[in-house]
């Protein structure tokens, strides 16, 4: 046996021999590694921080610090700075690091709005190389870039980013789906070809189709939904149920026992108001009136509309009053559209009071509608009313019969009104729809004109368009000199400067895109036509006679520009040679003055001696009285929709109605639904 001090002594002489071994074997177990910062996790620090790590390492870790910067430049909104540092990211780039930048390409491209880019790049990543965070962030990638149009390839992105999301973002994403889904038409989700194994996605249509069944029925759609989370269990939304659905489940159904009509029944407005009175107890006593059906819901980004005359009180900003036209003819209505009468509605036991505003102030008014026991109400009609009624804080529900100049959001009032802005924002929507971008409003100098102006260019820039051009036009007898001169109308516009709408970004997965700053537009001017690719009319019927003969002085018979009008145009007495000069144009109108029910239409125009705009506030009547009976299904349930008299008639956030018109042209002397 070795003496204790000869251990001890060859222990001391390899002591530094096994620390060096130790320190050159921790040495050679880094070296593999390229940096320690993880590229593949959450941005979880400024852009200022990661830059400034990026100057300060020489190593392999400059790199992933420049990628971790470029992500929180985006997420900053600093996209020529993000721009930048990709340029100066180096050519050999390791295969994280090569995947990681193209997915920062592609949200760079997407906050650029150069969506035509992105799919190319995102077609080199490698999904399986992925980490779950950046799996989430690529499928959130794919989601944007479709810009919220429904399609097959949609629902599968959202329903395979789905596992990778938890809390807040998973709800958005079931919600998204949803979404997505009640955007399509029943024949768009019949055309749908799905694989077999996809049993998320044939659940997920299934559902819809309980939805769709069930909609108008709170018990059924109860039952159905708990049927259907029976025989899909492992289906995400049978453990998490979209919004809409859960809030549809869980609504009351608004008390119409008593209903309160306030109206001015005397004045100028008498006329009007006695019009909506009319529309409003034929629903209720069941009168021929198309039974409400819900339908698909409507791209949310997408603003739906109506139509009346810019004099109507229901839409007029100062509720100026004029009085009623006299036609002894009916405009016919567009041949292909169906001419069965639906049967009658059942009438309601309901009690109906109606108030007087014009007599009292519409503050005694509400007083005396909830100390006689009104359940809802409906009105007031004017603007000033209906802005007092929202700052007053009732406790009623209240449908108003018009829209403050700034909505309010509250859980108890929905705003319905016929207005020229909103048929204008309906016009950008069916213009740009039909391919058009280079649009040219033919407006009159009024404050009439200046509200259509806006409204169209605000929704022309959230659909993505660049400038509007408007043209202003005088009274009639200064159009008819123009034609007896043989001046025409050049379409010479000048650009349209209204306030563009808030952009909006794009925030899925915990990825924020902000959107783009807006730089302002080059001033562009033309004339005799150049650029113009189509033209938006606000006229009267009278001014519409003149106007369009003279663009076609000018423009010649064979342009290819699009002409459209709004249903100011579109009242009774147009007879055969007005049709045929009006030949190509499309115009805008309600469901109900576009054949939807030729036999009430009848029977209405006839009893306003075809007055289409007291026609107009009658079927807002009629479907003032649907609303009500639908009040908590419109102010809790987003994507609810209905076909209503005065087009298809949805609800945004504020719970501002808005409807979807129908668009017809005249075709060799006749009116017909327009492609």
């Known amino acids: 046996m070795l003496p204790s001090k000869v251990v001890r002594h060859k222990a001391g002489r390899f002591l530094p021999v096994i620390l060096a071994g130790l320190i050159l074997a921790a040495c050679s177990g880094q070296k593999p590694q390229t940096s320690a910062v993880n590229i593949q996790g959450p941005v979880t620090a400024s852009s200022a921080y990661y830059l400034q790590q990026a100057q300060q390492s020489s190593d392999d870790s400059k790199t992933d610090w420049q990628l971790l910067a470029i992500r929180a430049l985006l997420k900053e909104g600093k996209y020529p700075e993000a721009t930048q540092q990709l340029s100066q990211l180096p050519q050999q780039l390791s295969e994280t690091q090569q995947q990681e930048s193209l997915l920062l390409k592609a949200q760079l491209l997407i906050a650029q709005q150069k969506f035509a880019d992105v799919q190319p790049v995102l077609a080199q990543v490698k999904t399986g190389a992925l980490s779950q965070d950046q799996l989430a962030r690529y499928y959130s990638l794919q989601i944007a870039s479709a810009q919220g149009r429904p399609s097959l390839s949609l629902l599968r992105n959202y329903i395979a980013q789905e596992p990778l999301l938890k809390g807040t973002d998973h709800q958005g994403n079931i919600d998204a789906t949803w979404q997505t889904l009640t955007q399509m038409s029943p024949q768009d989700v019949s055309n749908l070809v799905i694989n077999a194994d996809e049993n998320v996605l044939q659940g997920w249509l299934d559902l819809l189709a309980v939805w769709r069944a069930n909609a108008q029925d709170a018990e059924m759609l109860k039952s159905g939904i708990k049927d259907w989370q029976t025989r899909y269990p492992q289906n995400p939304a049978a453990k998490t ?32 108001a006695n019009a909506i009175q009319k529309g409003f107890n034929d629903a209720k006593n069941g009168v021929t009136a198309p039974v409400a059906q819900p339908a698909a819901a409507q791209p949310a980004a997408a603003d739906a509309t109506a139509s009346t005359q810019p004099a ?5 900003s100062t509720d100026p009053i004029s009085a009623p036209q006299q036609s002894a003819d009916t405009t016919p209505q567009p041949q292909s559209q169906p001419q069965s009468q639906p049967a009658a509605a059942p009438a309601s036991n309901a009690q109906i009071k ?19 026991g009104a359940t809802i109400v409906v009105g007031p009609l004017l603007k000033s009313n209906v802005e007092k009624v929202a700052n007053s804080q009732t406790p009623l529900n209240v449908l108003a019969l018009n829209e ?24 950008a929507h069916h213009i740009w729809d039909q391919g058009k971008r280079q649009p040219l409003l033919l407006v009159p100098r009024s404050g009439l004109g200046d509200r259509v102006t806006n409204a169209f260019a605000q929704e022309w820039q959230k659909l993505g368009g660049s400038t509007v051009m ?17 001046a025409g109308i050049s379409l010479s516009g000048t650009p349209v400067n209204a306030a563009p709408a808030e952009p909006q970004g794009v925030s899925i997965a915990g990825m924020t895109i902000p959107a783009p700053q807006q730089s302002t537009p080059d001033v562009v001017s033309t004339s005799s036509g150049g650029g113009v690719d189509a033209v938006y009319i ?10 369009k003969p003279m663009i076609t002085m000018r423009t010649g018979s064979r342009s290819n520009i699009s002409l459209y009008a709004s249903s100011r145009s579109a009242q009774a007495g147009a007879g055969p040679d007005f049709r045929l000069e009006m030949d190509g144009l499309q115009f805008s109108d309600i469901p109900l003055l576009s054949g939807s029910n030729p036999g009430l239409m009848q029977q209405t125009s006839k009893s306003f001696n075809n007055d289409y705009s007291l026609v107009r506030l009658y079927a807002m009547g009629m479907d003032a009285w649907t609303l009500a009976n639908h009040f908590n299904q419109m102010r809790q349930s987003p994507g609810f929709t209905l076909d209503g008299n005065t087009g298809k008639l949805s609800a945004d956030t504020d719970c501002v109605i808005n409807r979807k018109l129908t668009w017809n042209q005249y075709r060799r002397g006749e009116i017909a639904p327009a492609n």
């Open 404 to 427: 403050p100049e700034k909505i309010q959001n509250h859980p108890n009032i929905c705003y319905f009104a016929l207005s020229p802005e909103d048929e204008a924002r309906d016009a």
């Open 241 to 272: 149920l979209p919004t809409q659905l859960s809030q549809m489940q869980n609504y009351t159904k608004a008390s119409t026992s008593i209903i309160a009509l306030l109206l001015p029944l005397n004045g100028q407005a008498q006329v009007f």
């Open 354 to 372: 109606v108030y007087d505003t014009s007599s009292q102030p519409i503050e005694q008014v509400m007083q005396q509608a909830q100390q006689d």
């Open 312 to 316: 109507a009180a229901a839409g007029s």
């Open 538 to 547: 606000v006229s009267t019927q009278d001014e519409l006679q003149l106007i």
């Open 470 to 486: 408007q043209q202003r036009f005088g009274s009639t007898s200064e159009l008819k000199q123009g034609i007896n001169s043989g």
